[in-house]
């Protein structure tokens, strides 16, 4: 497109040239250029026009110039024709143009013509101008233009952005280009959703610059906006403008997760993550897809679920925060768990997010962490005695049955300083693998040893080994020490401790077994049924803070030694509660708890840095000692540690107790120390702490938790507690060991206890660990903070639901959730009253942290009311079930009501359904009520054919439901969907019913219906509505054609059920492997094709068939070869039967042919098939033809026809049955009855009836003639029907039955049974007493089509009268219709195919293309009673095919005449040519008397063509060119054939009865028809009858000119006098005006004047004269006293004689004729229905009002009398008020 400014107008004198043409598109795709009138282009400048021979420039542009110069530009011309060129030239008219050239040019094919053009501009504008050539094939002109440089933009129409997401973008790029002379500046106009940049620049003359267009749509629509783009100079206002179409459309996101570890896709509780059980210190990875089934790109982001847990760090983590899914694709995310707490499982919410989209999808991840499960494989390592300085080895097994690595650590000192030592210490244990360790006994002293060590497993309880072993020396043996003392040592201090029957109750609740001295078993099988309730933990912190441990009050934990202080630290300067000194020795008090005296051993370890001073000594019971523990390092800059053991025992062991033995107690002391100079540096530590952060539970009760210390480096490394900054860090959190030394690539793990606190601070303590006595320290953070439980409700602690009906039950989803830290369990509550009403599931649960779970609550209202119910949510922790239990409210609000549904539609129609197929349809069903209805619904089925037998109980249902139970929401509708599969033709009726449910899915209440759906199953049905007939059998009737093809019975077998036998083959199938197939059906019929002689032109049958059903039919004609299976070459056997070969033959032959044979008709369509039989071979022939319809019916018709010799009389009977119309008995005048006999044959057949069978029919009667042949001998022509005429007269009231034989003249003859039915007389309320069967048309009434290649269309194929009386004439209308676009027809009625009591007029036409021509048809009863059934003929011819017939004569004609005058000379010897014809000059000679000579001489004689021949042939031999144009010229003489007629047949059927019998049953009918007394004679054409004299005055109304000039007069008069308004309104007041005339003259005369029929009873005077004066007569009073008497002529049309002169002495009172009045009434009905035919006249319009005018303009002529009269009357009649209601009679023609 292009954007230009308005300039200003051209200058120039001359005409301004427009181009055609705006020139080439843009470059870009889809930019046509656009310019303001006059605008010049640059791309057409570079076309040329090749016009009259000439090859030239269109136009001259001057783009840049200056005024006061001179511009030049050259025109050059080339010749481009053949010839010599001359042109004249007509230069510029303006002044402005100038150019130097003849007037005259002349250019040679193929030369050019260069022209140059000056412009000389005077004023800035624009100027136009032109230089016209003319030459003499035409003109052309050169367009001169000037035009002045303007902005001009290029832009393309619309610009269609991508689809796109809502709030998301999508970007576009055009094209911007300046296509002037000028640099235009530019700025862009648009709003959102659209952006454009740059919005605004400057473009350069000929440059371009990319737009880029952004699309932000924020809904879902279809956005069209135009972009305004101004520009113009720079800085200067710019008024130009163009502008771009911008299209976007944008579509909400969509996302889907899908886990590919779920099969089938769909998840209960959406998405979710499961990683089961996952081992501390590992990670495990799963994926999901973000899938996006929208059209649009979809962004999305990743983020956890915000929540109210404090939670301190998450532990999944998503591979994937923020992404684009394309359209159809998906995007894997991948989520890591790192569990972090063992024992616990983690619940986290993935909140995905779609920019634009209308939901959030949450992805849960749970997974559970497990932590190592370690084992001893034995609880207690006995070493036995051991000699001093002596060791004795043995091992034991570390199980790890889990698959987590295990961290382990012996709290035990294993360098020296202990007896006993475990190698390794410290370590791992594999998943599901076995370590084994070595443990060392080496005694120091002769004394029994016994150390329970504990073995500190990562994340999990410690686990303890017993260590017992006595030490032997040469002077002191002491007892040994067996794992038996331990147990007994254990039972003894516990019973000493409890009441005395501890034991025996321990015994019997433990159920210990005893060995047989009354010991128990060993340590090893019994030690996991300790009495002792400590937890290991507990243990574990005894064994390792003693006396010191404040939380170690009760007496079972209170010890027997212990040691102050527990800790030692040498050269640490440290402010802590442990003993640092600088010094290199610090004292260490040891207790005796016991009432015995102790003796105390150290372990002395060699080489160590630590000594103890005194090794040994004896303590008192309940006293103390002291020791010191030196320091004393041998190497400088040196980290040490240790863990000194001193073991205490009873001095005198053996008498304590008896004979229990006690075994030592064994306490420790751990001390480190550094040996760095002052000055100089530590070392560096490098460790790590896992975790760096520990987690307690959230509720107040004392735990554990365990923390790594790994020593990384290649040096050892000491660590000490530092509580300077937070001294009251010590007593709230305990630590295990507070100080030790690390091994390099060892590790230590460190047990915290503590009892979280409200007080705590949420983001929790921090611990520093002082690492190698320096200012390196390690930061541990402890959290240890008691939350209260909370758990959130949704919806504000409220549920509601929707309106419910009574006695149902509603269920929603309702979510709680976990917000603290701990692991809760929870429980409903729901008060006993509401239990009815409300129920939720689950009820009870567990809820881990972050946790949310989804509740189904369910309510069943009772009644209709509001409800209001409080259920409590009850919940505690899990770890102390017995705690304090949280509750909460939630307010359940519910209503009920009473719930109802209906149907859209109370009756749904399916309508008709193919038998054994099924169909779709759905049953909306509407629930207005205000709740929800759950149903069930059921079906009851009636058949509502009455002819149909069936058991309901065993009768299929039809309809099949596909839900019977649902539920409908309030206010919606249900689509129903349903199956409707009929088992049998019949008309189905349905009543669906509906139950309400309740909430246990029972009906709760009766059933009700709700709609009833009808159907009605069908079969496929056809039925033939009209036939006709062509070629040799053309002219018979269809009444004729419906017998031959026995159509009625025809029509009864399409239309009826098929049996189960003709459903074999739903469809037309090969399926025989005969070619005689069998029949699967009983229906069979006879297709009688009727006779004709041997050569004859075809007989064609057309039978036009219709689908009166309302589903397609599939129907075919079967030959016996399309029902045979196609075998191949090989399988067949050649053996044919006769049969089979003479079904072949008329198959080869083609006797028998059906066009087409099959097809499909849609419901009301037809179809026109045709049957032909050629009449190639003589004899009679039948031919089995299958007539299949696709899933209905199979008829088996039998096509039968015979072919004559050419000599052989024969008559063809259509049936050999003849029914005669019923009579009633007693009937003086039987009617007259016909039987048809067809001479199908060449030659005349004379027929006899036998009359002798009716002659002994007479005498088995009475001598009473019961059946009469009027005619029993006659003469049938060829091809034409012999009218055998019959009077039944039956004597009883029963049916007879004749079978008469009919004999044929040197023919067969043919027994016909006749049957006849006679009756009484009927009831007087029997309205039709008269039932004669052809007077009934057979025809089904359906609108008829025209046959194919019909012309011309009868309105009516038959027309039937019904009863009538004698001597009665009617009258019918029918319509010739040309169908014809094209071609004009003349059409004619056929005299010989009526009797002379049918008269139709006009006889004859033309129709032009479209036209319809009305025709009267009337019907003159004889006067005896007869059954009528004629055939009338209408031959029909186009006037195309007369055209070319007389053409044809014409030519013949022409041909014959230049025969006649032209003659071949065949004589080739001629030496002369014309010497013949012409006389040479003639010479000088003698002058002779006699005639004068003439110039040229006679030609002989023009012999025939015979002769010619022969004198031809004795001269000369024919040549064959000569043959060839004799036998053109025959063929040219030979007389065309005239045209061939079209026949249209007329039925025109009528039964006539006598006046006796006719009025008793008819009375009220006898005045419609009209009577002519002197009515036709049967067979008495010539008869006369008496003239009836017109009144004087009247002129003759004969058919000539006056008769018709009287017509039209009255017909005026008529229509002048019904538009008069004062004539409509003096019919009112007619009836009581006397009669101006004298009605006993008339009718007497007229009744006197009648003749009497001579074949009926003479009818006396007093029955006319009694019928005369009632209205109620036999024609209407008007005309009944106006009878004409007239004549009927031969050819059947009613005519007047000439009048006599009338005498003076008629009567005063004068009228007019009744058939005068009868033709002007006739005459007026034809110009209404002509009317009605075109259009004009709409007889079933509403008449129109019409307001009257003033009395007083109405009665300007009358006489104030009559105007007085007129008001009176319309003062009486107020229901008019002035206003009448007149017909809409239209104007009768006068022409």
């Known amino acids: 497109m292009l954007g230009n400014p308005q300039g200003p107008e051209p200058l120039a004198s001359g005409a301004a040239w427009r181009p055609s043409s705006p020139g080439k598109d843009s470059k870009y795709p889809g930019i046509h250029q656009r310019q303001r009138g006059g605008k010049y282009q640059r791309q057409t400048s570079s076309q040329t026009s090749g016009l009259v021979g000439l090859e030239l420039k269109p136009e001259l542009v001057w783009e840049t110039w200056d005024l006061g110069r001179e511009f030049t530009k050259t025109i050059v011309l080339k010749s481009t024709h053949s010839k010599l060129q001359k042109l004249h030239v007509r230069p510029p008219v303006s002044k402005f143009f100038t150019t130097v050239i003849p007037q005259v040019i002349v250019l040679s094919p193929g030369t050019s013509l260069s022209m140059p053009v000056c412009f000389r501009p005077l004023k800035r504008c624009e100027y136009e101008d032109s230089i016209e050539f003319q030459g003499k094939d035409g003109s052309f002109q050169v367009c001169l233009r000037a035009i002045i440089p303007c902005h001009a933009l290029e832009v393309p129409d619309s610009v269609l952005l991508p689809l796109c997401a809502v709030q998301n973008s999508s970007n576009t790029v055009f094209m911007l280009k300046n296509v002037s002379k000028l640099k235009t500046c530019f700025q862009w106009m648009c709003t959102a959703p659209f952006q454009l940049s740059p919005e605004q620049g400057l473009l350069r003359p000929g440059y371009g610059c990319h737009i880029t267009v952004s699309f932000r749509p924020q809904e879902a629509l279809v956005y069209q906006q135009q972009a305004y783009c101004r520009f113009g100079e720079e800085g200067d206002k710019a008024e130009s403008c163009c502008s771009v179409l911008l299209q976007g459309l944008a579509k909400y996101p969509c996302i889907q997760l899908r886990n590919p570890s779920t099969k089938d896709g769909k998840e209960k509780c959406g998405p979710e993550l499961h990683y089961g059980s996952v081992a501390i210190g590992q990670s495990l990875q799963k994926h999901f897809d973000i899938f996006n089934p929208s059209p649009v790109t979809a962004s999305f982001s990743i983020s956890q679920l915000s929540s109210g847990v404090h939670l301190l760090e998450s532990e999944f983590s998503c591979s994937v925060t923020r992404g684009e899914v394309a359209p159809g694709g998906s995007l894997r995310a991948l989520v890591t768990y790192t569990p972090a707490v063992v024992d616990s499982v983690s619940v986290e919410y993935l909140s995905v997010k779609c920019r634009g989209a209308l939901n959030e999808t949450l992805l849960k991840l749970i997974g559970n962490c497990v932590g190592p499960t370690v084992t001893l494989s034995s609880s207690v390592l006995d070493f036995g005695c051991v000699e001093e300085g002596g060791a004795v080895v043995q091992t034991v097994e570390l199980v790890n049955y889990t698959p987590v690595e295990a961290f382990y650590q012996w709290d035990l000192d294993c360098t020296g300083n202990s007896v006993f030592s475990i190698q390794p210490a410290s370590g791992t244990v594999c998943p599901h693998s076995v370590t084994t360790l070595k443990a060392v006994y080496r005694p120091t002293q002769p004394i029994a040893h016994h150390r329970r060590v504990s073995c500190i497993i990562l994340h999990r309880d410690p686990i303890f080994l017993d260590l017992i072993g006595t030490c032997h020396s040469e002077l002191q043996k002491p007892v040994i020490l067996k794992p038996e003392h331990l147990v007994l040592y254990n039972l003894h201090w516990y019973r000493k401790q409890n009441p005395p029957d501890t034991l025996t109750a321990m015994q019997q609740d433990n159920k210990e077994p005893l060995d047989q001295p009354g010991e128990l078993c060993p340590v090893e099988e019994q030690s996991h049924q300790r009495p002792d309730k400590r937890t290991p933990m507990e243990e574990y912190y005894q064994s390792c803070l003693g006396c010191m441990d404040p939380l170690s009050c009760s007496p079972l934990s209170s010890p027997h030694v212990s040691v102050v202080p527990r800790e030692l630290l040498f050269n640490h300067k440290i402010s802590s509660s442990l003993s640092t000194s600088s010094t290199h020795s610090q004292p260490v008090s040891i207790t005796n708890h016991t009432r015995g005296k102790l003796s105390l051993v150290w372990t002395a370890a060699q080489d160590s840095p630590f000594t103890v001073s005194p090794a040994s000594c004896d303590l008192a019971p309940l006293k103390s000692t002291s020791f010191r523990v030196t320091y ?896 053109e010229t025959a063929k040219a003489l030979r007389r065309p054939e005239p045209p061939q007629p079209a026949l249209l047949h007329l039925g025109v059927t009528a039964h006539s009865h006598g006046l006796p019998e006719y009025l008793p049953h008819l009375f009220d009918q006898s005045n419609e028809h009209y009577r002519c007394f002197q009515s036709v004679k049967p067979q008495r054409p010539e008869g006369t009858s008496l003239r009836t004299s017109f009144p004087a005055g009247l002129p003759s109304t004969t058919h000539g000119p006056e008769r018709e000039i009287t017509m039209h007069v009255l017909t005026s008069l008529l229509s002048g006098i019904l538009d008069d308004p004062v004539f409509t309104q003096s019919l009112t007041t007619l009836p009581s005006k006397p009669i101006p005339y004298q009605i006993q003259e008339t009718s007497s005369s007229h009744c006197s004047s009648s003749p009497s029929p001579s074949s009926l009873p003479p009818p006396d005077c007093t029955t006319s004269s009694h019928l005369t004066p009632k209205p109620q007569n036999l024609s209407s009073g008007t005309t009944e006293q106006k009878e004409q008497h007239n004549t009927v002529d031969k050819e059947g049309t009613a005519g007047y004689s000439s009048n006599k002169p009338q005498t003076q002495n008629t009567p005063h009172t004068q009228h007019v004729p009744a058939d005068m009045n009868e033709d002007v009434l006739l005459n007026t009905l034809q110009n209404l229905m002509m009317e009605a035919v075109r259009g004009e006249l709409v007889l079933t319009a509403h008449p129109r009002t019409v307001i009257l005018p003033p009395v007083f303009t109405r009665t300007r002529k009358m006489s104030k009398a009559m105007a007085e009269e007129e008001r009176e009357i319309l003062r009486n009649k107020k229901d008019t008020a002035g206003t009448h209601h007149l017909p809409n009679v239209p104007k009768v023609p006068t022409a």
């Not at 004899?1179 to 072919?1203: H, W």
């Not at 009258?1371 to 002379?1396: A, G």
């Not at 006699?1490 to 040229?1496: A, D, F, T």
Request: charged content about 20%; some cysteine.
């Open 632 to 1527: 004393d390092p041998k190497q400088l800059n040196t980290l040490h540690g240790a863990q000194l053991e001193c073991f205490a025992y009873y001095k005198d062991n053996h008498h304590i107790e008896g004979q229990l033995l006690c075994p030592p107690w064994c306490v420790t002391v751990r001390v480190i120390g550094h040996s760095f100079q002052p000055g100089k540096e530590n070392f560096i530590p490098c460790c790590s702490l896992k975790p760096p952060q520990v987690v307690f539970p959230a509720f107040s009760v004392l735990s554990y938790r365990t923390v790594l210390l790994q020593n990384s480096g290649d040096l050892p490394l000491t660590f000490c507690l530092d509580h300077s900054s937070n001294p009251a860090l010590a007593e709230s959190v305990s630590v295990v060991p507070n100080c030790g030394l690390i091994q390099p690539g060892k590790h230590q793990i460190l047990t915290l206890r503590t009892t979280p606190t409200e007080d705590s601070p949420k983001e929790g303590y921090s611990l520093h660990l002082q690492l190698n006595a320096a200012k390196h320290t390690k930061e541990l953070n402890v959290v240890s903070v008691v939350e209260k439980l909370r758990v959130s409700l949704e919806g504000d602690n409220s549920l509601y639901f929707q309106p419910t009906a009574v006695g149902s039950r509603t269920q929603r989803s309702h979510h709680i959730r976990s917000l603290s830290r701990l692991p809760l369990r929870f429980q409903w509550s729901i008060p006993e009253p509401d239990q009815d009403l409300i129920s939720v599931e689950p009820d009870a649960g567990e809820l881990h942290p972050n946790e949310s779970s989804v509740q189904k609550w369910s309510f069943s209202p009772l009644e209709e009311k509001t409800y209001t119910l409080k259920p409590t949510l009850t919940f505690w922790p899990i770890q102390t079930p017995g705690s304090n239990k949280s509750h909460l409210t939630l307010t359940v609000v519910g209503s009920g009501s009473k719930g109802f549904i209906e149907a859209e539609k109370a009756v749904l129609d399916v309508g008709e359904i193919l038998v054994g197929s099924c169909r779709a349809i759905q049953v909306p069903l509407v629930n207005n009520s205000p709740c929800p209805v759950s149903f069930c619904l059921s079906v009851q089925q009636i058949l509502l054919d009455e002819v149909l037998n069936y058991d309901p109980g065993t009768e299929p249902n039809a309809l099949e439901l596909d839900c019977e139970r649902g539920t409908i929401v309030s206010h919606s509708k249900l689509l129903l969907r349903s199956t409707v599969r009929p088992h049998r033709r019949a008309q189905y009726l349905w009543t669906i019913s509906y139950q309400m449910l309740n909430a246990s899915g029972f009906a709760s209440s009766p059933p009700e219906a709700v709609c009833e759906v009808r159907a009605k199953g069908v079969f496929p049905t056809l039925q033939v509505i009209d036939v006709c007939s062509g070629g040799s059998v053309g002219r018979l009737s269809k009444v004729h054609l419906w017998k031959l093809f026995s159509l009625d019975s025809l029509n009864e077998l399409m239309l009826s059920n098929p049996s189960p036998a003709e459903l074999t083959y739903r469809t037309p199938t090969r399926h025989s492997l005969s070619s005689c197939p069998s029949v699967f059906t009983k229906a069979m019929l006879d297709f009688n094709f009727s006779a004709t002689p041997i050569n004859s032109e075809p007989s064609i049958f057309v039978l036009m068939f219709h689908n009166p059903g309302s589903i397609p039919v599939n129907w075919a004609f079967l030959f016996p070869a399309d029902q045979q299976i196609e075998l191949e070459y090989w399988a067949e056997t050649g053996e044919f039967s006769a049969t089979e070969l003479y079904q072949m033959k008329v198959q080869d032959n083609h006797l028998f042919s059906i066009s087409p044979r099959s097809g499909t008709l849609l419901p009301g369509q037809q179809r026109a098939v045709h049957f032909t039989y050629s009449h190639d071979f003589a004899g009679p022939d039948r031919f089995p033809v299958v007539l299949k319809l696709s899933y209905g019916r199979e008829i088996l018709l039998n096509f039968q026809g015979m072919t004559l010799e050419r000599d052989r009389p024969y008559l063809h009977f259509a049936s050999k049955q003849h029914v005669f119309t019923s009579v009633t008995i007693g009937d003086c005048t039987p009617p007259r009855q016909v039987y048809e006999l067809h001479n199908c044959g060449a030659v005349p057949v004379r027929y006899e009836v036998d009359t002798a069978v009716l002659s002994q029919l007479k005498v088995d009667n009475f001598n009473h003639p019961v059946l009469v042949c009027l005619n029993p001998e006659g003469e049938v022509l060829p091809g034409k029907t012999g009218m055998v005429e019959w009077i039944f007269s039956p004597l009883e009231a029963k049916m007879y039955q004749m079978d008469v034989p009919i004999h044929v003249q040197f023919g067969d003859s043919t027994l016909v049974r006749f049957e006849g039915c006679g009756f009484d007389s009927l009831p007087l309320d029997f309205t039709n007493p008269f039932n004669c069967s052809h007077t009934k048309p057979s025809e089904p009434c359906v609108k008829r089509v025209p046959f194919p290649g019909q012309v011309v269309f009868l309105s009516e194929d038959s027309v039937s009268l019904g009863n009538i009386p004698v001597c009665s004439r009617s009258s019918r209308i029918l319509f010739l219709t040309n169908v014809s676009h094209t071609d004009s027809v003349n059409y004619i009625w056929d005299k010989q195919s009526y009797q002379q009591v049918v008269q139709i007029h006009p006889e004859r036409g033309r129709l032009s293309p479209g036209e319809s021509s009305l025709c009267v048809l009337t019907f003159t009863s004889t006067d005896y009673p007869t059954c009528y059934q004629l055939d009338v003929i209408c031959k029909v011819i186009q006037e195309a095919a007369i055209t070319r017939y007389r053409d044809a004569l014409q030519l013949r004609e022409k041909e014959k005449e230049r025969r006649r005058d032209e003659f071949t000379i065949t004589d080739k010897n001629l030496t002369e040519s014309q010497g013949v014809l012409i006389d040479k000059e003639a010479v000088a000679a003698p002058v002779r008397k006699g005639p004068p000579l003439r110039k040229y001489k006679t030609l002989p004689p023009i012999c025939s063509s015979g002769s010619c021949e022969t004198v031809g042939t004795i001269c000369t031999k024919i040549t064959r060119a000569e043959r060839r144009a004799q036998r």
